[in-house]
């Protein structure tokens, strides 16, 4: 395991020149659905690839993490991200918390374009009650467009509901998407957490 710590503002600011016009951008659905997070809430993209969530996020001032067998990308955009580059499908989960070995909670948990069906437990712990997960990836029937296109990478229907069934759900879809045609399950869904007290408003989540 490989930690990248956070880099300085003045190398962040001098990193960040043009990003914009080379990161891609972000999921669509995870912009839409990342309201849910609370201003202060520290966030997590599991497999986080090229690093355009991390950037999105850290944008909004969050402080936000990353894990990936390979970190490369993600580290030369977003530089100060907090950075573990690991296996998470072969060795041990990286992000524990060393004084209680307990799993490492998260304010938003992100997971886009990524499926290893192991990881569902832990994907569930890591969002910190009262948190958001915010999750993407491929379903059944991408088989008959492109890749993936193996049974074991690709959700059944309903399962992402199945996973976050002890979580109240704010949206889910599944069906196709173009640009390229692709089949997609998504899913966005806060822990259960404390009640809201009576006089506190209610956030307001535009459907459209």
Avoid at 11 to 39: F, I, K
Avoid at 82 to 97: H, S
Avoid at 107 to 133: C, D, E, I, K, Q
Wanted: hydrophobic share 40%; with cysteine; net charge negative.
């Amino acid at each position: 395991m490989i930690h990248h710590p956070p880099h300085s503002p003045a190398a962040s600011q001098a990193n960040n020149t043009g990003l914009e016009q080379t990161l891609a951008a972000p999921s669509p659905w995870v912009v839409r659905w990342s309201g849910l997070a609370d201003a202060q809430a520290s966030v997590l993209d599991v497999a986080c690839g090229s690093g355009r969530h991390l950037h999105w996020f850290m944008e909004r001032g969050h402080h936000v993490t990353g894990v990936d067998r390979d970190t490369a990308a993600a580290h030369r955009a977003v530089p100060q991200a907090d950075l573990l580059q690991a296996d998470i499908e072969n060795a041990p989960w990286p992000l524990i918390d060393s004084a209680t070995g307990a799993v490492r909670e998260f304010g938003v948990v992100v997971v886009t374009n990524y499926l290893w069906r192991t990881l569902f437990p832990v994907l569930v712990s890591s969002v910190a009650s009262g948190g958001v997960l915010i999750y993407e990836t491929f379903s059944a029937g991408q088989e008959t467009v492109g890749r993936p296109s193996r049974a074991e990478f690709l959700l059944q229907p309903g399962e992402l509901l199945q996973v976050c069934s002890d979580f109240r759900i704010v949206a889910y879809e599944e069906g196709v998407l173009t640009g390229p045609e692709r089949y997609v399950q998504r899913i966005a869904a806060i822990r259960n957490g404390a009640v809201k007290p009576a006089d506190q408003a209610p956030q307001r989540h535009l459907l459209s």
